[in-house]
């Protein structure tokens, strides 16, 4: 036994987000407001993987004087709309 009696705990953050209905197992490096495809933008834990297709998705919306939509959802967006106050963990 060790003298640390959490040391066999993990503590380590995981993304909240899911893919295909299963939790994300990779580690969270981001706490962010993000875009899910609701009229909510929650503020969750996300790692790197999912940060980037969120950014690229709003990389994707066509100029601010065209109507632009979430190709998922098809809510009209804005620029800054996928993900907002991104800060590292």
């Known amino acids: 036994m060790t003298a ?5 705990l993990d ?4 993304c909240d987000l899911t ?4 939790g ?3 580690p969270a490096r981001w706490i962010a407001d993000i875009h899910m495809h609701t009229d909510l933008m929650p503020r969750v834990a996300i790692c790197d993987h999912h940060a ?4 690229q998705m709003q990389q994707r919306l066509q100029p601010i004087l065209q109507e632009s939509r979430c ?7 804005m620029p800054n709309d996928y993900i907002r106050n991104q800060e590292p963990l």
Not at 52 to 55: C, F, K, M, S, V
Request: hydrophobic share 30%.
């Open 4 to 8: 640390d009696p959490l040391e066999h």
């Open 11 to 14: 503590f380590t953050l995981t």
């Open 19 to 22: 893919e295909d209905g299963v």
């Open 24 to 26: 994300c197992e990779r």
């Open 52 to 55: 980037d297709a969120h950014r």
């Open 71 to 77: 190709p998922v959802c098809q809510q009209v967006m």
